[in-house]
Each structure stands twice: as structure tokens, then as C-alpha cells.
């Protein structure tokens, strides 16, 4: 299926949760959705027989700067061999997104990055602990008005 | 049994464990976990009631550094530490991204030159995924025969770039430098040197009752969980899903030679086991020095650095591309704000992803499987904490 | 031997004295040479070196040099360890490896003890080093090394069972325990040698006694207990400098008796295979310490080829596979000797 009839469809099942559709003038055409329907629409994506959305590429947090967070959902059909993008938007100062990690299991380990770099909290995730970083600092190291704190327990940072 | 009363073991996701159960640490040094991977085993005597992974040891946040580069092109070498056993198909991955970013098209010259390279780094990458897993599991020769050949790859890729590791060769537009004369006969002599070696490696190691009874029905991955994992590479294919970036989601020139992905068929126990995902790597081996030597008697002449930009400057926008590395689907998020310095770089790893199905395919083994498990996946740990 | 040694020495407590260290002369430059030879065996077969610069030609003081280096290392023993166990545990693993050596006749005149029970001295004594493997492990406190002693404990008590029985099946034939007798048997050409009697059970029984033996002094494939990509080194973990050098040093001991045993009771000991010519006690020693060699050769040749067993599959085969098999032999022996 084009984008155009992937976004015409999710569309068609949930109207007013869709914000944006951009598919010409841009590389990657994507589909901007509000956060409270995520849920629905990642089950809608993966479950329904036209789409069959079972592959979850890749999950990025962003920082876009302004005072808000994102998150950009890749994903892919392994059966139609089609994909679709998802983008989310939130403030930065109540940054929940609901999380995906029941719909796609790969999504645990990169809502828990996108957690620990960005700042992102996901709702209802299984196990939300930092990954990458020790798990009692503090900050975000990907926002892009992080500090590099001076001390960590005792040992000093700033190299 | 009776009640017995609870200890203070806690493990550190908090779940508390019995006094029947041990809490034992692979720790971030330790011989098998190819690299700085830390692993909870949760064990009752001898068999493993969990496993919970701790990764970030080897975290550099190259992210971050990439943000502040002032060239798409400074962020080659941060991408080459991404995947060290695999850096040409990092690099491949990183510059298709920014060159559809930007729309520019490369010279025929320089996508053969990418795909030789990207294939001969395959076969280097499988070549150490291969021995160091013979090697955890105990047979100690086949691991110095396969890195006696990695060595003639290495001294191709010297000839070529003068790096044998870590290259930033491929950049964006192009190549840094173009191939050496007489590298194509010492390509093509490889090539002829080499199939034979495949042969004494599935001798040695492959058939070996000893080898496929640790191996064998170990870690068995179902393919509908892979797929809800986002396994990718030989770990997807072992479990027996028919799915090749290369020929699936197209990119360069692939399409123009003649090969086949390699799908585990459950010859010496389920579908989906360690031997079928060592197998597939041993098998692509094979099917990597066909591309090369079909492109070898392909290759055009022409520039290599003619479509350098000066001044890379994409428009605003992001994309997302995917190339098939060695250990799997290797992706690239850019976004572009417009500047000379990318906005966001984030690199979807194979092994990142891989790894996270450890929980789920090792419960109900013993540790010498996990072994034998975190092996097969082919882990290299600068790619999973980037 | 021991006539002379009387007739030199006043009080027995010297001959026996001297007698216990007779062996030794032989186990000093052996475990110099086999540890440089494991090198110099497995490099070849790995398509490599091994050590060429250390004394100039090949580096043959590769193991002097290192032995040096062992002796002048600090010996660390963990805060939290056992000390007293610490420190007994690789000296009772040498000692079980080295009395071993008390009753194998090196040659028709040299024996250390000619005792009537010489094999079932040899099976009841290599099982200290069960004991010296556990102490090691549980004194270090730190669990891999436990799992590494615990493993060995399970693999020598289950591989005793194969070795006791193959020994049995050439009790059988040779009617006596003594090893020396074993050896006078069997003099003669190399048709004598046990291992070509009541073919093909005696052969049978000497593979699985080889089998079962490389599981006794702890071989790929069965190393499990000090298996280097899986246990860093298993019991041997917390052990540095001298006490280090005693387990490796215990190790080779074993490696060697287990071969002489195995020279001994199926491959004519000291005898010559050609009958009279280049036979005596001199040329006896030479022939006797050539098939040792022999054997540890190709317990070297195993280490570098296979892979190594789980331990569960360890299990299998011993009790399941090689215990079976032996009993055949010994059945087979039995009925071939009746009828």
C-alpha cells in the first residue's frame, strides 16, 4: 500500500487523532498523531489485515527543542512489505507517551533509552529503568540543554 | 519443602529471590560475553530461571557528539566505533542515509567499489563470530584457522584505506580513496583461496558431534517471536524467516548479482537454534565471496571522489535507512534542521535489538548454554551501547 | 634397585626416602618439557609458532622462564578465604597426582613399591585429588570457583566408574594386581602386549579406559571444571604465583600417570616390542617413558581438536554410555576365558 492509502485508512478508523500527514516535498512521509491514542492506533496498525504492521524498525526520542519532547516510530510490514511513520509530541515539562512495549516487545529496550536519554517517561512500560546510563544519575544526557553535572559520587565528570 | 525464610538477595530489577535460587553475575569482565556485558543469572543449581542483561558499560553517547560535529562527514569515524568487527557496513549505513537525505546520486564506480567492501567486511565480521564461538565453546583451533583468513581480508582493506579496523572510507558523495592497482587480482586470489577454507571449517567445527550436541536445540527462537523482538540478520534468518535487506528492502546495487539469503532449516535440531544461526553465518560466508567476485569482474572505471559535496547542507527533514550488516538490520535516523550539523543522529543497532531477546530464549537452559547462546547472537557491545 | 640403595644406605628410612624422590627425577624435566611441548603441539596444529624467542633457538627456556616468573609473584589469597584450606588444597592436589607414581614400575629393576595391590593402590589414591578440588573451590569463596569444584567432584567420581572397570577386564586376564607382574606378562614381541588379547574386549576396554581417564585429569572435552571461556578458571580462579604453578605442575603429574598406567597395563610398560633386541632395564626406562609420552601426546592432540561437553552430557556419557560398554568388556573377557 502507498502512504497515501496507509494515512487514508488511518484516517478513515480514528479521525481526530491525527494532527499531521506529510507524504509529498519530504524524504520520509510521516503521519503526526496525539499521544492518547497511540495505543490504539499501534494495535489498529499491527493487527489489522491490510497492514499488518508486525515490525517494529526503530523508536527515537527527540528533543526538538522549544519545550518539547518527541518520539518517531519507524515501523514495517514484514508480510506487505510497506512502512509507516509515526510521529509523537509532547512538553517538555509533562513528557508521558504511552508505551507501545506490549503491542511490539522490541519496544521495551528502546522506550527504556529513549527514557534515559531524552527524558521520556512511558506509561504502563513493563520496566522503566535506565539503560545506558548508571542507573542513579541524574539528567538526560540527549536534551539539548543538558548540563554535564561536576560530580558523580564523589568523582569528577567534566573530562 | 518446607518455608524456608526469605534471604536478602534482591536482584536488581527488586524481584527477590528464594533461598533455593542463586543470584550469579556474568559479569561486565568476563571471557564469554565478548565484550562488557554484564549478565543476572537468576539459577536454581545448574539451570537458569532468568536472565536479566545490563548493558551501558561501553556508552559514549555518540549521539551527542554527533550533534555537535560541524560536518555530516565528521561523524564517519564515530560511526566506524559503532560495530569495530563490522565498521565498512556502518559506514555503508550511516552515508546512505545522509546521501538520500540529501538526493545526490553516487558514480557506478563507487557502488561496486561499496558493495566489495561491504561484502568482504561480512565475511571478516562472520569470521569472528564464528571463531570466538567455537572458542566459547571449547574448540580452540578453528578460532586461529579463521582469523589466519581474516587476516587476508585485513590486508586487502590496509591496501585499500591503510586502516585494517576502523576506516571511514566511505563518505558521503563517495570514497576516500580509490582502489589500490592490483587490488582487484589480489581480491579475486582471495576469493579462489577461500572457498575451499569453508570446507575445512564445517570439518572441523560444524559437524562435530561434540559441537552439535552443545548446540543443537539450544535456544530455540520461534520465528513469531523474532519477529515481535525485531530480530534481524542471521539471528532472524536462523529461526528459519526468508527476510534479506539486501534483496527485501533494496539498496545500491544489490539486485545486479546473483545470491541467495541463508534461512535455518532445523537440519540438526528445531528451527531457530544455535546451530542453525551459526550455520546461516557460515553459509553467507559463501554466498558474500560470490557478490564479491561477480562484482570484482563487473567493475567499471570512473572517479570515486567526484560526487564529494563541499558543503553538505540538507534540507530540513529526517529519514530513516536501513542496510543489512553483519549482524543485522543496521538503521540510521538523521534528522536535518537545515544546518551544516546534523540535528539527530541515532543508530538502530542490530545487536542492541538482538540482545534483547536473551530473556525470553534462555529461561530453563544451564549456564554453560547461555554461553553458548549470548555466542550465537553475535553480540559485539560497542554497537549495543553505542 | 632397592638392593643397592641397602647396600648404601644404613636405615630403611633413607632408602624409602630416597625411593620417594626417585620419580621425581623424572617429573622435574618432564613438566618442564610437556608444558613447552603443549605449546609448541598446539601451535603447530593451530597453523601458528608457539614460542621461538625466549633462549634463543625455538624458545626452549619458554617454561623455565616462567616458572621463574610464578616463583617470584605474590600470593594473593582473598580476605574473605579459607586461609588454612587455601594453602593445603594444591599441595594435596600434587600429593594425589605423585603417589600415584610409588607403585609404576619404571623399568624390570625399578619399581618404588612392589606391592601386591598396585591397582586398586592406584585407583583408592588418584581420588585425593577429588578432595584437594573441593577444598580449592570452596575456600575461595567466590561462587564460579564452587561451581568449577562442584562439576569436578560430579565428573571424577562418575568417570572412576569406567576407568575401575576397564582396569577390571585386565585383572581378569593377567590374574594379579601387581603391576610388575602385569609387566612380566607381557615381555616378549608387541603381539604380547595385553591390549592384542581377547581382541577385540581388551582394546574396548583400553578406549574407554583412555576416555575416562582424560575426564580424570580434568581434558577437553571434559575440562568443564576449569573451563576458560565459561568459569575464567574455574576453582583455580583465586590462586596466583607458586600455589598456581602447583595445580598446573598436578595437572601434568596426572597427565602423565594416567598415560604410564595405561602404557603399563595395556602396552607392555618397559617392555621392548621387539622381543630380546633393545631390551634391559636401561632401554626399559627408555621404552616405558616413549609410550607415556605417546599417550600424553594424544591427550594434547584431543585438548586442541574437540570441543568440550556440558555437564549434563558429561553425565550421560559416563554412566550411560561408557559404564555399559565396560561391563560388556568385562562379560566378554569373562566368557572368551571360560569357554
Redesign the interface.
Given at each position: 500500500m502507498t502512504p497515501q492509502e496507509i494515512s487514508d485508512k488511518l484516517k478513515t478508523q480514528f479521525p481526530d487523532s491525527i494532527l499531521e500527514i506529510k507524504i509529498e516535498g519530504v524524504v520520509d512521509p510521516y503521519i503526526k498523531v496525539a499521544p492518547e491514542y497511540l495505543k490504539d492506533i499501534s494495535v489498529y496498525l499491527r493487527d489489522n489485515v491490510d497492514l499488518q504492521f508486525d515490525y517494529l524498525m526503530c523508536l527515537s526520542g527527540m528533543d526538538y527543542g522549544k519545550g518539547t519532547l518527541g518520539v518517531v516510530y519507524n515501523i514495517f510490514s514484514m508480510k506487505k512489505k510497506h512502512k509507516v511513520n509515526l510521529k509523537i509530541e509532547v512538553p517538555k515539562d509533562k513528557a508521558e507517551v504511552p508505551s507501545v512495549a506490549l503491542v511490539w516487545q522490541t519496544a521495551n529496550w528502546h522506550e527504556r533509552e529513549a527514557y534515559d536519554l531524552v527524558g521520556i517517561k512511558f506509561l504502563d512500560h513493563p520496566d522503566l529503568r535506565r539503560i545506558m546510563m548508571p542507573d542513579d544519575w541524574e539528567g538526560h544526557p540527549l536534551q539539548k540543554d543538558y548540563k554535564v553535572p561536576e560530580l558523580y559520587q564523589g568523582m569528577k565528570v567534566p573530562y | 519443602m518446607t518455608e524456608l525464610p526469605t534471604t536478602q538477595t534482591k536482584t536488581?530489577?527488586g524481584r527477590s529471590v528464594r533461598t533455593e535460587e542463586?543470584v550469579?553475575n556474568m559479569g561486565p569482565q568476563?571471557?564469554?560475553t565478548h565484550g562488557v556485558l554484564r549478565l543476572e543469572l537468576v539459577v536454581d543449581g545448574?539451570i537458569v530461571i532468568d536472565v536479566i542483561p545490563h548493558?551501558?558499560y561501553l556508552?559514549r553517547?555518540f549521539?551527542?557528539h554527533a550533534e555537535k560535529m560541524t560536518n555530516y562527514q565528521q561523524v564517519i569515524p564515530y560511526v566506524d566505533r559503532m560495530d569495530y568487527c563490522a565498521a565498512m557496513n556502518m559506514d555503508f549505513g550511516y552515508v546512505l542515509a545522509v546521501e538520500?537525505?540529501l538526493?545526490i546520486k553516487v558514480p557506478e564506480r563507487v557502488e561496486y567499489i561499496r558493495v566489495i567492501m561491504a561484502e568482504l567486511q561480512r565475511i571478516a565480521s562472520h569470521l569472528i563470530a564464528a571463531g570466538t564461538y567455537?572458542?566459547?565453546?571449547?574448540?580452540?583451533?578453528p578460532f586461529?584457522?579463521m582469523f589466519?583468513d581474516r587476516e587476508r581480508i585485513l590486508d586487502l582493506f590496509e591496501m585499500t584505506c591503510g586502516a585494517r579496523l576502523l576506516y571511514n572510507y566511505m563518505w558521503i558523495g563517495g570514497l576516500s580513496h580509490d582502489l589500490s592497482p592490483g587490488f582487484i587480482d589480489k581480491a579475486k586470489d582471495f576469493c579462489k583461496y577461500f572457498r575451499p577454507k569453508i570446507k575445512e571449517y564445517n570439518d572441523?567445527?560444524s559437524y562435530?558431534e561434540?559441537?552439535i550436541?552443545?548446540t543443537a536445540n539450544v535456544g530455540v527462537l520461534p520465528a513469531d517471536?523474532a519477529?515481535?523482538?525485531?530480530c534481524s540478520g542471521p539471528v532472524l534468518r536462523g529461526s528459519g524467516?526468508n527476510?534479506d535487506l539486501r534483496r527485501?528492502?533494496p539498496y545500491s546495487i544489490y539486485h545486479r548479482f546473483e545470491w541467495e539469503p541463508q534461512v535455518g532449516m532445523g537440519e540438526m535440531g528445531k528451527v531457530g537454534d544455535c546451530w542453525d544461526r551459526y550455520m546461516v553465518r557460515i553459509r553467507e560466508m559463501e554466498q558474500s565471496t560470490n557478490i564479491v567476485e561477480q562484482a570484482l569482474n563487473q567493475i567499471p572505471d570512473g572517479e570515486v571522489t567526484s560526487a564529494i559535496p563541499k558543503r553538505i547542507r540538507p534540507n530540513p527533514?529526517?529519514?530513516?535507512v536501513?542496510t543489512e550488516s553483519a549482524r543485522g538490520?543496521i538503521?540510521f535516523?538523521v534528522?536535518s534542521d537545515g544546518s551544516g550539523s546534523p540535528y539527530?543522529v541515532?543508530g538502530?543497532s542490530p545487536c542492541?535489538?538482538n540482545?534483547?531477546v536473551i530473556p525470553e530464549i534462555s529461561r530453563g537452559h544451564?549456564?554453560?548454554?547461555i554461553?553458548a547462546i549470548a555466542g550465537s547472537l553475535d553480540i559485539v557491545l560497542g554497537e549495543v551501547?553505542r | 634397585m632397592e638392593q643397592l640403595l641397602r647396600n648404601i644406605l644404613d636405615h630403611d628410612i633413607f632408602v624409602y626416602g630416597v625411593m620417594a624422590i626417585v620419580p621425581l627425577v623424572w617429573i622435574i624435566p618432564y613438566a618442564l618439557v610437556v608444558i613447552y611441548l603443549e605449546r609448541k603441539v598446539s601451535a603447530h596444529m593451530q597453523d601458528r609458532l608457539g614460542p621461538m624467542r625466549t633462549g634463543g633457538w625455538h624458545g626452549w627456556a619458554q617454561t623455565i622462564a616462567d616458572m621463574l616468573k610464578l616463583l617470584q609473584k605474590e600470593d594473593i589469597i582473598p580476605s574473605a578465604a579459607d586461609r588454612k584450606l587455601h594453602t593445603l588444597a594444591p599441595y594435596l592436589m600434587f600429593i594425589g597426582a605423585y603417589t600415584v607414581y610409588a607403585v609404576i614400575p619404571f623399568s624390570s629393576s625399578y619399581v618404588g613399591s612392589n606391592i601386591n595391590i598396585g591397582l586398586f593402590y592406584i585407583i583408592a589414591v588418584s581420588s585425593i585429588t577429588v578432595v584437594a578440588i573441593l577444598m580449592a573451590g570452596w575456600s575461595s569463596n567466590n561462587k564460579w570457583s564452587l561451581f568449577g569444584a562442584m562439576r569436578s567432584v560430579a565428573q571424577i567420581v562418575s568417570y572412576e566408574i569406567p576407568t575401575v572397570l576397564a582396569i577390571l577386564a585386565v585383572v581378569m586376564i593377567a590374574g594379579t594386581l601387581n603391576l610388575q607382574e602385569i609387566n612380566q606378562m607381557q615381555t616378549g614381541w608387541f603381539w604380547n602386549w595385553f591390549i592384542f588379547k581377547k581382541f577385540p574386549f581388551i582394546f574396548v576396554a583400553f578406549v574407554i579406559y583412555f576416555v575416562a581417564s582424560l575426564a580424570e585429569t580434568n581434558r577437553t572435552p571434559f575440562d568443564i571444571p576449569e573451563a576458560e571461556s565459561e568459569l575464567v578458571a574455574g576453582y583455580i580462579t583465586e590462586y596466583s604465583g607458586m600455589k598456581f604453578a602447583m595445580f598446573m605442575l598436578a595437572e601434568f603429574v596426572n597427565m602423565f600417570a594416567v598415560s604410564a598406567i595405561a602404557a603399563t597395563i595395556f602396552f607392555g610398560g618397559w617392555n621392548s616390542p621387539f622381543g630380546g633386541f633393545l631390551s634391559g632395564p636401561i632401554w626399559g626406562v627408555f621404552w616405558f617413558l616413549t609410550k607415556g609420552m605417546f599417550f600424553v601426546f594424544i591427550q594434547m592432540w584431543l585438548r586442541w581438536t574437540l570441543p568440550r561437553l556440558r555437564v549434563d552430557q558429561l553425565m550421560y556419557v559416563s554412566w550411560k554410555v561408557l559404564t555399559p560398554w565396560a561391563f560388556a568388556c568385562i562379560i566378554g573377557v569373562g566368557l572368551w576365558m571360560m569357554l
Amino acid at each position: 500500500m502507498t502512504p497515501q492509502e496507509i494515512s487514508d485508512k488511518l484516517k478513515t478508523q480514528f479521525p481526530d487523532s491525527i494532527l499531521e500527514i506529510k507524504i509529498e516535498g519530504v524524504v520520509d512521509p510521516y503521519i503526526k498523531v496525539a499521544p492518547e491514542y497511540l495505543k490504539d492506533i499501534s494495535v489498529y496498525l499491527r493487527d489489522n489485515v491490510d497492514l499488518q504492521f508486525d515490525y517494529l524498525m526503530c523508536l527515537s526520542g527527540m528533543d526538538y527543542g522549544k519545550g518539547t519532547l518527541g518520539v518517531v516510530y519507524n515501523i514495517f510490514s514484514m508480510k506487505k512489505k510497506h512502512k509507516v511513520n509515526l510521529k509523537i509530541e509532547v512538553p517538555k515539562d509533562k513528557a508521558e507517551v504511552p508505551s507501545v512495549a506490549l503491542v511490539w516487545q522490541t519496544a521495551n529496550w528502546h522506550e527504556r533509552e529513549a527514557y534515559d536519554l531524552v527524558g521520556i517517561k512511558f506509561l504502563d512500560h513493563p520496566d522503566l529503568r535506565r539503560i545506558m546510563m548508571p542507573d542513579d544519575w541524574e539528567g538526560h544526557p540527549l536534551q539539548k540543554d543538558y548540563k554535564v553535572p561536576e560530580l558523580y559520587q564523589g568523582m569528577k565528570v567534566p573530562y | 519443602m518446607t518455608e524456608l525464610p526469605t534471604t536478602q538477595t534482591k536482584t536488581s530489577t527488586g524481584r527477590s529471590v528464594r533461598t533455593e535460587e542463586m543470584v550469579l553475575n556474568m559479569g561486565p569482565q568476563h571471557p564469554s560475553t565478548h565484550g562488557v556485558l554484564r549478565l543476572e543469572l537468576v539459577v536454581d543449581g545448574e539451570i537458569v530461571i532468568d536472565v536479566i542483561p545490563h548493558i551501558g558499560y561501553l556508552h559514549r553517547c555518540f549521539e551527542k557528539h554527533a550533534e555537535k560535529m560541524t560536518n555530516y562527514q565528521q561523524v564517519i569515524p564515530y560511526v566506524d566505533r559503532m560495530d569495530y568487527c563490522a565498521a565498512m557496513n556502518m559506514d555503508f549505513g550511516y552515508v546512505l542515509a545522509v546521501e538520500k537525505l540529501l538526493g545526490i546520486k553516487v558514480p557506478e564506480r563507487v557502488e561496486y567499489i561499496r558493495v566489495i567492501m561491504a561484502e568482504l567486511q561480512r565475511i571478516a565480521s562472520h569470521l569472528i563470530a564464528a571463531g570466538t564461538y567455537g572458542l566459547d565453546i571449547g574448540a580452540f583451533t578453528p578460532f586461529l584457522y579463521m582469523f589466519r583468513d581474516r587476516e587476508r581480508i585485513l590486508d586487502l582493506f590496509e591496501m585499500t584505506c591503510g586502516a585494517r579496523l576502523l576506516y571511514n572510507y566511505m563518505w558521503i558523495g563517495g570514497l576516500s580513496h580509490d582502489l589500490s592497482p592490483g587490488f582487484i587480482d589480489k581480491a579475486k586470489d582471495f576469493c579462489k583461496y577461500f572457498r575451499p577454507k569453508i570446507k575445512e571449517y564445517n570439518d572441523l567445527l560444524s559437524y562435530n558431534e561434540i559441537f552439535i550436541k552443545r548446540t543443537a536445540n539450544v535456544g530455540v527462537l520461534p520465528a513469531d517471536v523474532a519477529i515481535a523482538y525485531a530480530c534481524s540478520g542471521p539471528v532472524l534468518r536462523g529461526s528459519g524467516v526468508n527476510f534479506d535487506l539486501r534483496r527485501d528492502d533494496p539498496y545500491s546495487i544489490y539486485h545486479r548479482f546473483e545470491w541467495e539469503p541463508q534461512v535455518g532449516m532445523g537440519e540438526m535440531g528445531k528451527v531457530g537454534d544455535c546451530w542453525d544461526r551459526y550455520m546461516v553465518r557460515i553459509r553467507e560466508m559463501e554466498q558474500s565471496t560470490n557478490i564479491v567476485e561477480q562484482a570484482l569482474n563487473q567493475i567499471p572505471d570512473g572517479e570515486v571522489t567526484s560526487a564529494i559535496p563541499k558543503r553538505i547542507r540538507p534540507n530540513p527533514g529526517d529519514v530513516y535507512v536501513r542496510t543489512e550488516s553483519a549482524r543485522g538490520e543496521i538503521g540510521f535516523y538523521v534528522v536535518s534542521d537545515g544546518s551544516g550539523s546534523p540535528y539527530r543522529v541515532k543508530g538502530r543497532s542490530p545487536c542492541f535489538v538482538n540482545l534483547s531477546v536473551i530473556p525470553e530464549i534462555s529461561r530453563g537452559h544451564m549456564i554453560a548454554d547461555i554461553v553458548a547462546i549470548a555466542g550465537s547472537l553475535d553480540i559485539v557491545l560497542g554497537e549495543v551501547d553505542r | 634397585m632397592e638392593q643397592l640403595l641397602r647396600n648404601i644406605l644404613d636405615h630403611d628410612i633413607f632408602v624409602y626416602g630416597v625411593m620417594a624422590i626417585v620419580p621425581l627425577v623424572w617429573i622435574i624435566p618432564y613438566a618442564l618439557v610437556v608444558i613447552y611441548l603443549e605449546r609448541k603441539v598446539s601451535a603447530h596444529m593451530q597453523d601458528r609458532l608457539g614460542p621461538m624467542r625466549t633462549g634463543g633457538w625455538h624458545g626452549w627456556a619458554q617454561t623455565i622462564a616462567d616458572m621463574l616468573k610464578l616463583l617470584q609473584k605474590e600470593d594473593i589469597i582473598p580476605s574473605a578465604a579459607d586461609r588454612k584450606l587455601h594453602t593445603l588444597a594444591p599441595y594435596l592436589m600434587f600429593i594425589g597426582a605423585y603417589t600415584v607414581y610409588a607403585v609404576i614400575p619404571f623399568s624390570s629393576s625399578y619399581v618404588g613399591s612392589n606391592i601386591n595391590i598396585g591397582l586398586f593402590y592406584i585407583i583408592a589414591v588418584s581420588s585425593i585429588t577429588v578432595v584437594a578440588i573441593l577444598m580449592a573451590g570452596w575456600s575461595s569463596n567466590n561462587k564460579w570457583s564452587l561451581f568449577g569444584a562442584m562439576r569436578s567432584v560430579a565428573q571424577i567420581v562418575s568417570y572412576e566408574i569406567p576407568t575401575v572397570l576397564a582396569i577390571l577386564a585386565v585383572v581378569m586376564i593377567a590374574g594379579t594386581l601387581n603391576l610388575q607382574e602385569i609387566n612380566q606378562m607381557q615381555t616378549g614381541w608387541f603381539w604380547n602386549w595385553f591390549i592384542f588379547k581377547k581382541f577385540p574386549f581388551i582394546f574396548v576396554a583400553f578406549v574407554i579406559y583412555f576416555v575416562a581417564s582424560l575426564a580424570e585429569t580434568n581434558r577437553t572435552p571434559f575440562d568443564i571444571p576449569e573451563a576458560e571461556s565459561e568459569l575464567v578458571a574455574g576453582y583455580i580462579t583465586e590462586y596466583s604465583g607458586m600455589k598456581f604453578a602447583m595445580f598446573m605442575l598436578a595437572e601434568f603429574v596426572n597427565m602423565f600417570a594416567v598415560s604410564a598406567i595405561a602404557a603399563t597395563i595395556f602396552f607392555g610398560g618397559w617392555n621392548s616390542p621387539f622381543g630380546g633386541f633393545l631390551s634391559g632395564p636401561i632401554w626399559g626406562v627408555f621404552w616405558f617413558l616413549t609410550k607415556g609420552m605417546f599417550f600424553v601426546f594424544i591427550q594434547m592432540w584431543l585438548r586442541w581438536t574437540l570441543p568440550r561437553l556440558r555437564v549434563d552430557q558429561l553425565m550421560y556419557v559416563s554412566w550411560k554410555v561408557l559404564t555399559p560398554w565396560a561391563f560388556a568388556c568385562i562379560i566378554g573377557v569373562g566368557l572368551w576365558m571360560m569357554l
